[in-house]
């Protein structure tokens, strides 16, 4: 758990904020396309080949309060596959290595048809040159604003990124985070 002192939240406190929507997400590999009819899915298979440690690489975010600029720290994550008749998905454990009072924990479960990342829907999926990308939608609160989020997995067997982007009303949408990892 994160202490906070009676000054004004300082960056600790704008990186966990920034990383709760990212903890309800999950990722996937694989490289064959799988659909129902025409609706993207994710099976357990994708994600597997997540499993693992020494994923390094960092996270960077957007400031929710001025100064309103991009920040990048070192990050490292596990990835561990649950495989059960009641549940499947993956653990994903994150590390802050000059952060460590952020390091945590998520669990993100598959719907059983496969149409959703946790609370994401699948909406697009494509293999491109060995790498498998996963782009998931879903309605969120971003800065105490109602938005349109998107999420953006990009693996393959090497290489991990996940992009969170937002939209507020018509504006144009912009990168709220992103984790990329290397193995």
């Not at 720290?73 to 009072?101: C, F, H, N, W």
């Amino acid at each position: 758990m994160i202490k906070h002192s009676k000054r004004a939240p300082g960056r600790h406190y704008f990186l966990l904020i920034a990383l709760v929507p990212v903890f309800l997400l999950t990722a996937c590999a694989g490289t064959v396309e799988k659909v129902i009819g025409n609706e993207p899915i994710v099976t357990l298979a994708d994600l597997q080949p997540l499993a693992g440690e020494n994923w390094k690489g960092s996270l960077t975010y957007l400031n929710f309060q001025e100064p309103f600029k991009y920040f990048t720290i070192p990050a490292e994550l596990e990835v561990s596959v649950i495989d059960t008749e009641e549940r499947k998905g993956i653990e994903l454990s994150y590390r802050y290595p000059e952060e460590p009072q952020a390091n945590s924990k998520s669990t993100i479960l598959l719907s059983a048809n496969g149409r959703m990342l946790g609370a994401e829907t699948v909406v697009e999926r494509a293999d491109e040159d060995g790498e498998l990308r996963i782009v998931t939608r879903f309605d969120c609160i971003d800065n105490e604003v109602d938005a349109s989020c998107s999420v953006t997995y990009r693996m393959s067997p090497s290489t991990f990124t996940f992009t969170k982007t937002v939209t507020v009303g018509e504006e144009d949408a912009f990168r709220r985070n992103e984790f990329s990892f290397t193995r």
